[in-house]
Nanobody
Framework: VQLQASGGGLVQPGGSLRLSCTAS????????IGWFRQAPGKEREWVGC???????????DYQDSFQGRFTITRDAGNNTVYLHMNNLIPEDTAIYYC???????????????WGQGTQVTVSS
């Protein structure tokens, strides 16, 4: 299982980015695809996930601080899962990872498969 996250970059506060998670060797629909992030000097934290099959989405409790700024969607035809990030703030600066697991979990140690991560920097 190989995942690849992309779409990161430098963006000004208030800007938007769309991160992509793709896989070349398996179908994302068969796994729960999640997003984690790790800011400098901080623990890796779960952002949310989209479930296999029906595509239900789940977000971390602290998403309240996201105020609906982050959403996860799936494009089955392109075998891609997206993390849409709007109204970005400097505190969103982190490396963002996509993950795949047969179970829904927000515990990093329990995740089966990780992509390589993509850097998001929010700065003026």
């Amino acid at each position: 299982v190989q995942l690849q996250a992309s779409g990161g970059g430098l963006v000004q506060p208030g800007g938007s980015l769309r991160l992509s998670c793709t896989a070349s060797t398996f179908t994302l629909d068969y796994y729960n695809i999640g997003w984690f992030r790790q800011a400098p000097g901080k623990e890796r934290e779960w952002v949310g996930c989209i479930s296999k099959g029906f595509g239900n989405t789940y977000y971390a409790d602290y998403q309240d601080s996201f105020q609906g700024r982050f959403t996860i969607t799936r494009d089955a035809g392109n075998n891609t899962v997206y993390l849409h990030m709007n109204n970005l703030i400097p505190e969103d600066t982190a490396i963002y990872y996509c993950t795949a697991d047969l179970y829904i979990t927000e515990v990093a140690a329990e995740i089966d498969y990780w992509g390589q991560g993509t850097q998001v920097t929010v700065s003026s």
